[in-house]
């Protein structure tokens, strides 16, 4: 069996109620997860991914947010890095019964978004780590 995994989303914002308290979050989870994180003090960006402070009042709730991990100890060090970092267990690393070999961990963020990180265990190529996008 195989699947595509493509870029059907360009980037995704979040608005935070507290801008450091989620920049302090996904800071330390997406470094868990290996992944490069700029900070600029007013919002955090990591590939397609934004978390800056609320505007107009309008903060983003509600949101089930999946990262892809690359092994069960990247799902583990998410977990633990968002627990250090202010976030709440919504459900620990462990195999879940979704299919065969999906390792995941769940985390609700400081706004109380369902994050969870993924490893699926059933995937044992890929066609490319991943793509790079050059403008100009």
């Not at 397609?48 to 990262?67: D, I, N």
């Not at 890095?81 to 709440?88: I, K």
């Not at 699926?120 to 066609?127: G, H, L, P, Y």
Request: hydrophobic residues 40%.
């Amino acid at each position: 069996m195989s699947y595509t995994l493509g870029r059907l989303v360009d980037h995704l914002g979040l608005w935070a109620s507290d801008a450091a308290a989620s920049r302090r979050f996904y800071g330390a989870i997406l470094a868990a997860l290996g992944r490069e994180v700029e900070d600029d003090g007013d919002t955090l960006n990591s590939d397609e991914l934004y978390v800056a402070a609320s505007t107009a009042g309008t903060v983003t709730r509600g949101l089930h947010l999946c990262f892809q991990a690359g092994s069960r100890a990247e799902v583990d060090a998410f977990h633990a890095a968002g627990l250090d970092a202010g976030g709440r267990d919504n459900g620990a690393p462990g195999l879940r019964d979704y299919h065969p070999g999906y390792y995941a961990a769940f985390l609700l963020d400081p706004d109380g978004n369902n994050i969870e990180a993924k490893v699926d265990e059933r995937v044992t190529t890929r066609s490319a780590a991943a793509i790079t996008v050059r403008t100009g």
